[in-house]
C-alpha cells in the first residue's frame, strides 16, 4: 500500500506571496493532519480534517488554513507568506479522526522556504 | 493542559551500548502514547505505540518502551544499538486527533 505523498517536496517563495500544499493519504485513511516542523519550534500541530470537515485546530493564525476533499486528498495554505513560515510540512494520514486507537502515518513533508 | 517533555537533547553512544531515552507527559484523561524516528533525509516513522493494556510495548527495531502511568513517562530503551539507529527521536501524545510531541532527542551511534 503506498504511503502519504505530499507535492511539492520543497518550495522557495517571497515575502508577501501564498502558497499550496497537497497530500495524499494512504489509500482508505480518511483523516488528515498539518504538522509544521521547525529547529525552534519543533513539531507543532496545524489542523486535521475528517470528511471534509476541520475537526481540531492548532494554535496558527488565520493565515494557515486547508480543506480536504471528497477523496480524503488535503490541501493546506498560507497566504501573505512571512521568514518565519519556513519550516518542512508534514502530512499524516489516519483511519479515522480522534479514534483511541488511531496511528497517525507520516509523509516525506514539504520543505518551505521563504526568502 | 497536554505537554510532552523529553529531557536529553543530544545522545551520543558507541555501538552495542544500550540506549534509554526519557519522556514525561502532563495529560489528565487517557493517554495514548507514540515513540516516532527521523532518520537522515527520511520522514517520520512510527517505532511503537501505547493506547491500553501490557505497559511494556514492543517495537519495531528491537525498541520497547515502557509506560508508568504513577510516574507518567514513556521511556524507550534498546538493549544494544547500532550505527543505523542514528536519528532524531520523537515522543508524543494523542489528544483526539491531535500529536503533541516531546523537543526530540537527537541520537548518534559511533562505530
Known amino acids: 500500500k503506498a504511503g502519504v505523498t505530499q507535492t511539492p517536496r520543497y518550495l522557495i517563495k517571497t515575502r508577501g506571496q501564498q502558497v499550496t500544499l497537497s497530500c495524499s493519504p494512504i489509500?482508505?485513511?480518511?483523516?488528515v493532519s498539518w504538522y509544521q516542523q521547525t529547529p525552534g519550534q519543533g513539531l507543532q500541530f496545524l489542523f486535521e480534517?475528517?470528511?471534509?470537515?476541520?475537526?481540531n485546530k492548532g494554535n496558527f493564525p488565520g493565515r494557515f488554513s486547508g480543506r480536504q476533499f471528497s477523496n480524503s486528498r488535503s490541501e493546506m495554505n498560507v497566504s501573505t507568506l512571512e521568514l518565519g513560515d519556513s519550516a518542512l510540512y508534514l502530512c499524516?494520514?489516519?483511519?479515522?479522526?480522534?479514534?483511541?486507537?488511531?496511528?497517525?502515518?507520516f509523509g516525506p513533508g514539504t520543505r518551505l522556504t521563504v526568502l | 493542559a497536554q505537554s510532552v517533555s523529553q529531557h536529553n537533547h543530544h545522545v551520543i553512544l558507541s555501538e552495542a551500548a544500550s540506549l534509554e531515552l526519557g519522556c514525561n507527559y502532563s495529560?489528565?484523561?487517557?493517554?495514548?502514547l507514540f515513540w516516532y524516528v527521523q532518520y537522515p533525509g527520511q520522514h517520520l516513522q512510527l517505532l511503537l505505540k501505547?493506547?491500553?493494556?501490557?505497559?511494556l510495548v514492543k517495537g519495531i527495531k528491537g525498541f520497547e518502551a515502557e509506560f508508568i502511568k504513577s510516574k507518567f513517562s514513556f521511556n524507550l530503551r534498546k538493549p544494544s544499538v547500532q550505527w543505523s539507529d542514528t536519528a532524531e527521536y520523537f515522543c508524543?501524545?494523542?489528544?483526539?486527533?491531535?500529536?503533541?510531541f516531546g523537543s526530540g532527542t537527537q541520537v548518534v551511534v559511533t562505530p
Open positions: 499524516a494520514s489516519s483511519l479515522e479522526a480522534g479514534g483511541a486507537t488511531d496511528t497517525q502515518y
Open positions: 489509500s482508505g485513511h480518511r483523516s
Open positions: 480534517y475528517f470528511s471534509e470537515t476541520q475537526r
Open positions: 495529560y489528565g484523561g487517557t493517554v495514548n
Open positions: 501505547y493506547f491500553s493494556g501490557d505497559p
Open positions: 508524543a501524545l494523542d489528544s483526539w486527533g491531535k500529536l503533541q
